[in-house]
């Protein structure tokens, strides 16, 4: 059974940046593809970034390209997303997802964190 944590979710205005983090309990957090996804309200859950076991290969969906930056430290089992210029349309809760490969989908994950709210102001 893998745990993950994630953290560092909270309220900035937009244009601001914020920090995830997603921490595993796992000492096999190495073997794992990781990813985040986000759900706002009355909206489905949605496919943010993904990245390697390894971290050499990285996925982002289009609304989210050139701001955020997934990445992952396997010595510590974090995994790591970076936001930049956020938008009041990024507001949601963010999960993070771990699995045999990276994906698009949510069905293809494994473990599931319990999420952390960002709130972006106008």
């Known amino acids: 059974q893998v745990q993950l944590v994630e953290s560092g979710g909270g309220l900035v205005q937009a244009g601001g940046s914020l920090r995830l983090s997603c921490a595993a309990s796992?000492?096999?957090?190495?073997?794992?593809?990781m990813g985040w996804f986000r759900q706002a309200p009355g909206k489905e859950r949605e496919f943010v970034a993904a990245i390697t076991w390894s971290g050499g290969r990285t996925y982002d969906a289009d609304s989210v390209k050139g701001r955020f930056t997934i990445s992952r430290d396997n010595a510590k089992n974090t995994m790591y997303l970076q936001m930049n210029n956020l938008k009041p349309e990024d507001t949601a809760v963010y999960y993070c997802a771990a699995g045999p490969r990276p994906s698009y989908y949510g069905n293809d994950y494994d473990y599931w964190g319990q999420g952390t709210q960002v709130t972006v102001s106008s």
């Open positions: 796992t000492r096999f957090f190495s073997t794992y593809a």
